[in-house]
């Protein structure tokens, strides 16, 4: 016999509030703990406040959700099972070849072709922070991007503060699709919803920040008279870019948008400087001279470098492709979860009539992204000079240990998710958010903001919040897939003011103890973002609807 949900089990308190107030509060507590020890708690780490949130659900959910512990541990370990497959055998296996190309020299070289191509500042940030940036974050993910572009920059000769704000800023366009689709794919996990109509409605909002994003940049850096300057490279940058995360999100899927318009956007650029250069080359008031310029190497070699990269974009594209997975046949397995499958109930008001839940896991290790990403790897392997798989399978292992407490913490964060949601907790969270009615959609951003800011992952908020933005939107009367997706892309504008952010940016840039500096640089940005994306949830919930797929 199921296990009927219960959303309100503090109801004999409601005189101290509104209905739902003190029951959301209890329910919220795991969230506040998670997120005090992240933003308050300065030496706490992701793990520690997970685990410590993670274990004040459980407790919550036995005590006063009354649910059975049997059910609140299974559902926790199906969600830490959601956590290891698919998302965290995507991270890894990304962060595995970007290894495997630092260690075998051929970053070094990926890095010198795009830094060679210009001395202008403007240009450089615009290649480096927010293409290759991209370009990044769709492979690897995880800090990546800004360690690693900001530290470029530095090393081009960058003011410190600038380039770690310009790269944290640079950071908003591809976070939403993060390392080859897994903030989507986890969104889809957590809220139950289609991954794919998840992906078109991101890719119907977020292109309308990245268009403009290379001239936020530029005026950030240099003011809008010395933008002007560069206006083509700007045009040609934003619509290059914006323009192919609408196509590969809408009509391929969440795995490649970052990493294709950043290929397609370092192409146009590239095309453009054949024939186009700006008329004075811009630096930083009191520059010094100019830098040496990094060193030039072979077309072969370049190639040779970018290829381990050709390679993965095209197995990724590849099995993302429909007639790619009927031919493969139905390789899937759906395992029904012990303990959990058709044991919890939920009831009015959170849905209309009462449901009974199913909890399957399913292991589709053929088609699963990360496989192909995997596949990428052994190949690319081959390709790189004095490596071969031995090395790279060793370099694996190094990165599996490395990547340790990033891997428990999602796995940790994912239990967190599934409990709430089949404890009932999300249901009561969501009940409350209800008051806002209408305006739901406009606050719907912000919760993912606030997720991000505090986790600083895109893909651990939706983890946490996806249930709960599908649920109260169902209340509410408005697209769920809009309250899902909203969730993701109102949280890439708060992952450049998000402490672990600027963290890595710091350290990558020498700028140790001047961590509130650069919050401070970052924090007028990301608010002014994360405004635009609220007014366009809205209007998308009512008056521009016809916008969604």
Same mark, same amino acid.
């Given at each position: 016999?199921?296990?009927?949900?219960r959303y309100d089990p503090l109801?004999?308190? *409601?005189?101290?509030?509104?209905?739902?107030?003190?029951?959301? %509060?209890?329910? /919220?507590?795991?969230?506040?703990?998670?997120?005090?020890?992240?933003?308050?708690?300065?030496?706490?780490? *992701?793990? *520690?406040?997970?685990?410590?949130?993670?274990?004040?659900?459980?407790?919550?959910?036995?005590?006063?959700?009354g649910m059975p512990a049997s059910?609140?541990? !299974?559902?926790?370990?199906?969600? *830490?099972?959601?956590?290891?497959?698919?998302? &965290?055998?995507?991270?890894?296996?990304?962060?595995?070849?970007?290894?495997?190309?630092?260690?075998?020299?051929?970053?070094?070289?990926?890095?010198?072709?795009?830094?060679?191509?210009?001395?202008?500042?403007?240009? $450089?940030?615009?290649?480096?922070?927010?293409?290759?940036?991209?370009?990044? @974050?769709?492979?690897?993910?995880?800090?990546?991007? &800004?360690?690693?572009?900001?530290? +470029?920059?530095?090393?081009?000769?960058?003011?410190?503060?600038? %380039?770690?704000?310009?790269?944290?800023?640079?950071?908003?366009?591809?976070?939403?699709?993060?390392?080859?689709?897994?903030?989507? @794919?986890?969104?889809?996990?957590?809220?139950?919803?289609?991954?794919?109509?998840?992906? !078109?409605?991101?890719?119907? $909002?977020?292109?309308?920040?990245?268009?403009?994003?290379?001239?936020?940049?530029?005026?950030? +850096?240099?003011?809008?008279?010395?933008?002007?300057?560069?206006?083509?490279? #700007?045009?040609?940058?934003?619509?290059?870019?914006?323009?192919?995360?609408?196509?590969?999100?809408?009509?391929?899927?969440?795995?490649?948008?970052?990493?294709? !318009?950043a290929v397609i956007t370092i192409?146009?650029?590239?095309?453009?400087?054949?024939?186009?250069?700006?008329?004075?080359?811009?630096?930083?008031?009191? @520059?010094?001279?100019?830098?040496?310029?990094?060193?030039?190497?072979?077309?072969?070699?370049?190639?040779?470098?970018?290829?381990?990269?050709?390679?993965?974009?095209? +197995?990724?594209?590849?099995?993302?492709?429909?007639?790619?997975? @009927?031919?493969?046949?139905?390789?899937?397995?759906?395992?029904?979860?012990?303990?959990?499958?058709?044991?919890?109930?939920?009831?009015?008001?959170?849905?209309?009539?009462?449901?009974?839940?199913?909890?399957?896991?399913?292991?589709?290790?053929?088609?699963?992204?990360?496989?192909?990403?995997?596949?990428?790897?052994?190949?690319?392997?081959?390709?790189?000079?004095?490596?071969?798989? /031995?090395?790279?399978?060793?370099?694996?292992?190094?990165?599996?240990?490395?990547?340790?407490?990033?891997?428990?913490?999602?796995?940790?964060?994912?239990?967190?998710?599934?409990?709430?949601?089949?404890?009932?907790?999300?249901?009561?969270?969501?009940?409350?958010?209800?008051?806002?009615?209408?305006?739901?959609?406009?606050?719907?951003?912000?919760?993912?903001?606030?997720?991000?800011?505090?986790? /600083?992952?895109?893909?651990?908020?939706?983890?946490?919040?996806?249930?709960? $933005?599908?649920?109260?939107?169902?209340?509410?009367?408005?697209?769920?897939?809009?309250?899902?997706?909203?969730?993701?892309?109102? /949280?890439?504008?708060?992952?450049?003011?998000?402490?672990? =952010?600027?963290?890595?940016?710091?350290?990558?840039?020498?700028?140790?103890?001047?961590?509130? =500096?650069?919050?401070?640089?970052?924090?007028?940005?990301?608010?002014?973002?994360?405004?635009? #994306?609220?007014?366009?949830?809205?209007?998308?919930?009512? =008056?521009?609807?016809?916008?969604?797929?």
């Amino acid at each position: 016999m199921a296990w009927n949900q219960r959303y309100d089990p503090l109801q004999g308190l *409601a005189d101290l509030g509104p209905d739902f107030i003190v029951s959301a %509060a209890a329910a /919220g507590l795991p969230l506040f703990i998670l997120f005090y020890m992240l933003a308050v708690v300065r030496r706490a780490n *992701a793990l *520690a406040a997970a685990s410590a949130g993670t274990g004040t659900a459980f407790a919550l959910a036995v005590t006063l959700w009354g649910m059975p512990a049997s059910l609140a541990l !299974s559902s926790m370990l199906m969600g *830490a099972c959601f956590g290891l497959f698919p998302i &965290v055998w995507i991270v890894v296996s990304a962060v595995w070849i970007y290894r495997m190309t630092v260690e075998s020299g051929e970053f070094e070289i990926i890095r010198d072709s795009l830094a060679g191509l210009t001395d202008d500042r403007r240009l $450089q940030a615009i290649l480096i922070a927010f293409a290759f940036g991209a370009f990044l @974050e769709g492979t690897a993910g995880f800090g990546t991007p &800004v360690a690693i572009t900001a530290a +470029m920059l530095v090393g081009l000769g960058f003011n410190p503060l600038y %380039a770690a704000g310009i790269c944290l800023i640079a950071n908003t366009a591809p976070v939403a699709f993060g390392a080859l689709g897994v903030p989507i @794919e986890t969104a889809a996990r957590a809220s139950g919803l289609d991954i794919q109509r998840i992906s !078109s409605i991101v890719g119907r $909002q977020l292109p309308l920040i990245t268009v403009i994003l290379p001239f936020w940049l530029c005026c950030t +850096m240099s003011g809008l008279k010395n933008t002007l300057e560069v206006l083509p490279a #700007v045009l040609v940058s934003g619509v290059c870019f914006a323009g192919s995360q609408f196509l590969f999100s809408n009509f391929h899927g969440p795995y490649l948008p970052d990493v294709m !318009s950043a290929v397609i956007t370092i192409v146009g650029l590239l095309l453009l400087l054949r024939f186009w250069k700006p008329r004075n080359t811009w630096r930083f008031p009191g @520059e010094k001279a100019p830098v040496s310029m990094p060193r030039a190497y072979p077309p072969a070699a370049v190639f040779r470098a970018w290829s381990s990269y050709v390679i993965l974009a095209v +197995m990724v594209f590849v099995w993302g492709l429909d007639a790619f997975k @009927e031919a493969l046949g139905p390789t899937a397995v759906s395992i029904p979860w012990p303990a959990l499958d058709g044991l919890v109930q939920r009831a009015p008001p959170v849905v209309k009539a009462p449901e009974v839940l199913g909890a399957r896991f399913n292991l589709n290790i053929m088609t699963a992204a990360g496989t192909a990403i995997f596949i990428s790897g052994i190949i690319a392997s081959l390709v790189m000079p004095r490596y071969g798989p /031995g090395k790279g399978l060793r370099c694996l292992a190094r990165t599996v240990r490395q990547l340790k407490i990033p891997i428990l913490t999602i796995v940790t964060i994912l239990g967190l998710s599934g409990l709430m949601n089949y404890s009932g907790m999300s249901g009561t969270l969501a009940l409350a958010f209800t008051d806002v009615g209408f305006l739901f959609p406009f606050f719907a951003p912000v919760i993912g903001w606030l997720g991000v800011f505090l986790t /600083g992952s895109d893909t651990s908020s939706n983890a946490l919040f996806s249930g709960l $933005q599908r649920t109260t939107a169902e209340v509410v009367g408005i697209d769920p897939g809009l309250a899902v997706a909203v969730n993701s892309t109102g /949280g890439v504008t708060g992952k450049m003011i998000s402490p672990q =952010s600027i963290a890595v940016a710091t350290a990558a840039t020498g700028l140790i103890g001047q961590e509130g =500096s650069l919050f401070r640089f970052t924090l007028l940005h990301s608010l002014a973002m994360t405004l635009i #994306v609220c007014v366009l949830s809205f209007l998308q919930a009512y =008056s521009l609807s016809w916008m969604l797929p």
